[in-house]
């Protein structure tokens, strides 16, 4: 299985990249995961944040590849322990099909996207910014593939 993560949002700061190639490589042999970032819809004087919300939207859907599983990253999803993430992990691989997470835009995330999803992932009750929600992801992600390789990484 192969993983994405679509974000909305360009141009991370260094220390997020940074943060998020380490953490990307080190999940290489366990989940290949590709970075696709997407251009925030916009905002401003005279902009309706709805129609930027679907703008983003739109670019999320058409950055999928064919038929992948989709989980929302969002602070209304399941807030799942890093057990019960590597457990998903597993049920996830189990699938056969790509795994792509989404991250949403300052709004959150498009109704359209909302409507793709198949499952909905919250890292706590706290509004995170983009940013971090990445670097997070891809932390828990490389947790979760240790935990599942027998890996020392996590220790409860
Ligand atoms: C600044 S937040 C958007 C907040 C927006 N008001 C909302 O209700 O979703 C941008 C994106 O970060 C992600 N995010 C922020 N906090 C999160 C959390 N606690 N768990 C999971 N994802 C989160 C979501 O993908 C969200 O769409």
Redesign the pocket.
């Known amino acids: 299985m192969k993983a994405k993560l679509i974000a909305?949002g360009e141009r991370a700061p260094r220390w997020v990249a940074e943060g998020f190639e380490e953490y990307r490589k080190r999940l290489s042999h366990w989940l290949p995961l590709e970075l696709v970032e997407v251009e925030p819809g916009v905002r401003g004087k005279n902009r309706d944040v709805a129609r930027a919300t679907a703008d983003e939207g739109a670019r999320v859907l058409a950055a999928l590849s064919k038929s992948p599983l989709v989980v929302?990253?969002?602070?209304?999803?399941r807030p799942w322990s890093s057990e019960q993430l590597a457990q998903r992990l597993e049920h996830w691989r189990g699938q056969g099909r790509d795994l792509v997470l989404?991250?949403?835009?300052?709004?959150?995330?498009a109704d359209d996207v909302l409507a793709r999803a198949d499952e909905s992932?919250?890292?706590?009750?706290?509004?995170?910014?983009?940013m971090l929600?990445r670097l997070v992801a891809a932390e828990q992600l490389y947790r979760a593939a240790a935990m599942l390789a027998n890996h020392p990484y996590h220790r409860a």
């Open positions: 909305v929302t990253l969002d602070g209304r999803g989404l991250i949403g835009g300052p709004e959150g995330h992932w919250s890292l706590g009750p706290l509004t995170l910014p983009h929600v």
